[in-house]
C-alpha cells in the first residue's frame, strides 16, 4: 500500500481538524486537545472532569464539585471550550441552568468562555455570566 493510500485511510479515521492542514478544505475549526481535559472551574475549586461533576443550587450559587448533582440544583458540565470537543460549551444568559455541550449555543444561551483569555467570536467580550453559574460567556 502506498503512503498515500495509507494517509487516505488514517484522514478518513480522524475529526477534519486534525488533518485540515494536509488536505485542505476543511471549514471546521475544532479546538482538539489531547491528552486530560482540564478541570472544570467550580467556584473557587476545581472539579476532575472524570470523577466529579460542578454542582449549584437552584439560584446557580454554592458551587461544590460532587459524584452527582441533585435537583432542584443544576450541573455545570463545562467551564471553557475544551471541555466540548467539536461541539460549544453553552450557558443561559437569563435563568442559569447549568452548562452543557451542545451542537451550538442558540435562543438565550451564549457560549461559555474561559474567563482567562477571550476565547469569544471578534466583537464579543468574554465576562461573567449575569444569569449567575459562576461561568463566563461570550457578550457584546
Do not use: Y
Request: with cysteine; glycine share 12%.
Amino acid at each position: 500500500m502506498s503512503s498515500d493510500a495509507v494517509f487516505l485511510v488514517i484522514a478518513r479515521l480522524v475529526p477534519c481538524a486534525l488533518v485540515a492542514c494536509t488536505l485542505g478544505g476543511c471549514t471546521e475549526d475544532w479546538d482538539f486537545t489531547f491528552g486530560d481535559p482540564p478541570p472544570i472551574t467550580c467556584g473557587g475549586d476545581e472539579c476532575d472532569v472524570a470523577t466529579e461533576l460542578c454542582c449549584v443550587d437552584e439560584m446557580g450559587e454554592n458551587p461544590s464539585c460532587r459524584a452527582s448533582c441533585e435537583a432542584p440544583g443544576f450541573t455545570i458540565a463545562c467551564s471553557q471550550p475544551a471541555h466540548c470537543p467539536g461541539e460549544a460549551c453553552c450557558a443561559s444568559t437569563t435563568d442559569f441552568d447549568g452548562s452543557a455541550c451542545k451542537v451550538s449555543c442558540m435562543g438565550t444561551d451564549a457560549d461559555v468562555c474561559s474567563g482567562t483569555e477571550n476565547t469569544c467570536e471578534e466583537g464579543l467580550t468574554c465576562a461573567p455570566n449575569d444569569g449567575g453559574g459562576g461561568v463566563f460567556v461570550c457578550i457584546e
